[in-house]
């Protein structure tokens, strides 16, 4: 496995990208989740990746705060037409009601912190992955561009 020493980025391995470990908070709790930086193998870690961990990791629990608010109400949005699909037998299990924030933590769980390249473009770009209860298969990510979140979706909005 190909190891790397990044003086922004920490040390990496890289399978597929480069990852390592990352400490943050996820909804009062610090948790241990994969730091991802998007890279094809051979391919240099755009100056743009750098920067945009830089700018995400000097203000993490912000950005996460903003995240999980962001995912509380795209949550609530949606809630209903969730229920809808699974019907009366999954409804509670797999999209149950839920009154406030503190409460994401049942069905919701932070995986990753991915740094997406921007290929030239020059944006800098964080995607939070998450694995949900709704959507098992799909996840759920929360899209930050230039530290502007821009998108609650399902994990393809970043990848």
Excluded: H
Excluded at 4 to 21: F, M, V
Excluded at 43 to 65: H, N
Excluded at 83 to 102: K, N
């Amino acid at each position: 496995m190909k190891k790397l020493k990044d003086q922004i980025l920490g040390d990496l391995s890289y399978e597929y990208a480069w990852t390592r470990p990352y400490r943050c908070v996820f909804l009062g709790e610090e948790v241990s989740v994969n730091l991802v930086v998007s890279c094809d193998e051979g391919d240099e870690i755009e100056y743009s990746q750098r920067e945009a961990f830089q700018r995400f990791d000097e203000k993490a629990d912000a950005f996460l705060a903003q995240a999980e608010a962001a995912i509380f109400d795209y949550y609530q949005n949606n809630c209903q037409e969730y229920r809808d699909r699974f019907g009366i037998e999954f409804a509670d299990e797999m999209a149950p009601i839920i009154y406030s924030q503190s409460q994401l933590g049942t069905i919701v769980l932070l995986t990753e912190i991915f740094i997406k390249q921007s290929f030239g473009a020059n944006e800098r770009i964080v995607g939070l992955l998450y694995d949900c209860s709704w959507e098992p298969s799909l996840g759920l990510a929360v899209k930050f561009v230039d530290e502007c979140l821009e998108e609650v979706g399902i994990q393809d909005i970043v990848l």
